[in-house]
């Protein structure tokens, strides 16, 4: 399941929300974890691929 980074702009804090792509696209409302604000925004994050070929 994909990971999305958000970084809250009232408390400063950073935290991580599991969403599959589908919820992902519903435009959910994010809440801070910490505060329980809604003024969040997407950090922009890296990831990875897992495949079953050797490189």
């Known amino acids: 399941m994909p990971t ?3 970084a809250c702009k009232d408390c400063g ?3 991580i929300v599991f969403l ?3 919820e ?3 435009k959910p409302k ?3 974890p910490h ?3 809604d003024h969040v925004e997407r950090k922009l994050s890296g990831f990875s691929a897992k495949t ?3 490189s």
């Open 20 to 22: 599959s792509i589908k």
């Open 4 to 6: 999305f980074e958000y």
């Open 52 to 54: 079953s070929r050797k």
């Open 30 to 32: 994010i809440t801070c």
């Open 13 to 15: 804090k950073e935290f």
């Open 24 to 26: 992902y696209e519903a």
């Open 35 to 37: 505060c329980e604000s």
